[in-house]
């Protein structure tokens, strides 16, 4: 899986690591280089990987384990998004490739 993943990304693909698409919402894949600045919270939706060393620096860390292809459900969702609309987060959330589960 790792060998897959990393000759599709960095080899075939080449494509950025994160992308803004609203207001205090980056939708990124999983993270081999350090967060914007300004991202107070992660949600990871990886199975596959460990928790980027990336991310450690972020103390709201929210990993919801979605198969890909398959969306999160809306019970493990709810909570968090209720968390991070009450501290008002700039957040970075992040699957394999940055494409399924995070969009």
Known sequence: ???????????????????????????????????????SAVVDFTVEFPRSMHTLPVQDYF?????????PSVEAMVPIVLRLKEKEHVVFAHCANGHGRSA
């Open 63 to 71: 990993c919801v384990q979605t198969l890909d292809c398959m969306p």
């Open 1 to 39: 899986v790792w060998l897959f993943w990393f000759v599709r990304t960095f080899v075939i693909l080449r494509e950025e690591q994160h992308q803004l698409v609203a207001p205090g919402l980056y939708v990124s894949r999983y993270p081999t280089s350090g967060l914007p600045e300004d991202v």
